[in-house]
């Protein structure tokens, strides 16, 4: 049913985490390969069948450098 939801676009309003956020919007919010657990999942799902997103993160990463970028760099 959540499925369906999701991907459906009965969803008003998501709120999301994120590694990265390009200009036009796309989000990069999976773990980078080489880091530990986590991958490219549902949150995809989430994002794309929603009307609104909204991304709640840091504006830089630990070592100072921007997280919104031109265009995303994690693959």
């Given amino acids: 049913m959540l ?7 009965h969803l008003d309003l ?3 985490g994120s590694y990265q956020v ?7 919010n999976y773990q ?3 880091r530990g657990v986590g991958g490219i999942g549902g949150a995809m799902d ?5 009307k609104r997103v909204f991304v709640a993160m840091t504006h830089v990463d630990k070592q100072g450098n921007p997280k919104i970028l031109k265009k995303c760099t994690i693959l």
């Fill in 32 to 34: 980078p390969p080489g």
């Fill in 46 to 50: 989430v994002a794309s069948g929603a």
């Fill in 22 to 28: 390009s200009e036009d919007g796309d989000l990069a």
């Fill in 3 to 9: 499925i369906r939801i999701m991907r459906g676009g």
């Fill in 14 to 16: 998501t709120i999301l």
